[in-house]
């Protein structure tokens, strides 16, 4: 039976935000998110890079936030 906690990307959405420092590369910030919505990490990865390069600087606030305040 699968564990709730160790869901796997693309899997069921969990039920309380987490970051996923064991799967994370930098926080966890978005490989926490991808178990979270039930998406894949790297479509997360990939639209935060996307955001980072057309939103100014921005983003990188909003992800260091995240991973400071969560968890």
Not at 43 to 48: C, V
Request: glycine content about 16%; proline content about 6%.
């Amino acid at each position: 039976m699968n564990d709730v906690r160790n869901t796997t990307p693309g899997g069921p959405p969990s039920n309380k935000f987490r970051l996923d420092k064991h799967n994370g590369k930098l926080m966890g910030v978005c490989s926490g998110l991808g178990n979270y919505f039930g998406v894949d990490t790297t479509l997360i990865r990939i639209g935060f890079v996307a955001s980072v390069l057309f939103g100014f600087g921005l983003p990188i606030l909003i992800y260091l936030a995240i991973g400071l305040i969560a968890d």
